[in-house]
């Protein structure tokens, strides 16, 4: 297995080797971005998916006294509008962009230049990303007056959200990508995440109405800090000691991606 951050590479101590970052992350997001546009299927997956989806918890919804526990049906569905955005739009579109590059050798040549290896996974995040972001921004403001859910009571914790949730998508996509095959096993290798964070971290359905036990075991999913925050950014139902701890669950989960990332990704095709 191929890892570690320094190995085949130029001199970082060399001049051309540490200028303009900046540059090279712009690059390398706009030749991501077109190549990104010519799948079809990576497109669809990513704005339509994200658009339909939330409408169909609704029914589950209306069968849920959410009043009672401080959530409207409105925040539910934004709420689950931002989950789904994160996870096809950002995971899921993602894990798909590493193997294919990985496996058509585009990683190993970009490895052979200048960008640092966190360059290269940032660039080839960043389009992704900013879709999601915008995707996301426009679902709440849509849904804010065609579900009359209203402002959000606690917009910084939204905004706190979404960062939490595109950053660690992008890692968790990018140690996905590293154990998985081939492009057509991509969907499997994503589906338990996926799986996992639409059941337990809020997005079919508010952690609130589950019971206590579980909902507190919920609560310490990857994504489930995120959509707590951006949660709580409709409802302004989460105290300080809350956000606090919901912060620094969703810190250490990033770190320990972004650690996990440094260590086992795959730049080279698995054979």
């Known amino acids: 297995m191929t890892s570690g951050a320094g190995a085949g590479r130029p001199d970082s ?3 051309g080797a540490s200028t303009q970052p900046t540059r090279r992350l712009r690059a390398l997001a706009r030749a991501e971005l077109a190549l990104l546009g010519r799948n079809r299927g990576v497109v669809f997956t990513a704005l339509v998916v994200p658009l339909t989806l939330p409408f169909s918890v609704r029914p589950a919804l209306d069968q849920m006294d959410l009043e009672k526990h401080g959530v409207s049906a409105g925040a539910a569905m934004l709420t689950a509008a931002v989950g789904f955005s994160l996870l096809f739009t950002v995971y899921t579109a993602l894990v798909n962009v590493y193997v294919a590059r990985r496996e058509e050798l585009v990683l190993k040549r970009l490895r052979t ?3 640092a ?14 879709v999601g972001l915008a995707q996301a921004l426009l679902l709440c403001a849509g849904g ?14 939204m905004v706190l959200g979404l960062a939490a949730g595109l950053v660690l998508s992008a890692a ?15 969907q499997v290798t994503s589906l338990p995440l996926v799986l996992m964070t639409m059941i337990g971290s809020g997005v079919m359905f508010p952690t609130e109405v589950m019971p206590a036990r579980l909902a507190s075991v ?8 995120a959509m707590r925050l951006v949660r709580a950014g409709w409802t302004g139902r989460l105290g300080a000691y809350e956000i606090l701890g919901t912060l620094a669950t969703a810190l250490v989960w990033t770190v320990v991606a972004v650690f996990a990332v440094r260590r086992w990704f795959r730049w080279e095709p698995r054979r």
Do not use: F, K
């Not at 996509?173 to 991509?186: I, N, P």
């Not at 919920?218 to 800090?225: N, Q, T, V, Y």
């Open 172 to 186: 968790l996509a990018a140690l996905t990508a590293s154990v998985t095959r081939s492009v057509e096993s991509a």
């Open 13 to 15: 101590a060399s001049p």
């Open 117 to 130: 290896d966190a360059e290269i996974l940032t660039g080839t995040a960043l389009p992704a990303m900013a």
């Open 218 to 225: 919920c609560e310490l999913l990857p994504l489930s800090p």
């Open 144 to 157: 804010a007056v065609l579900l009359h859910a209203g402002a959000p009571r606690a917009p910084y914790l």
């Open 113 to 115: 230049g200048e960008p």
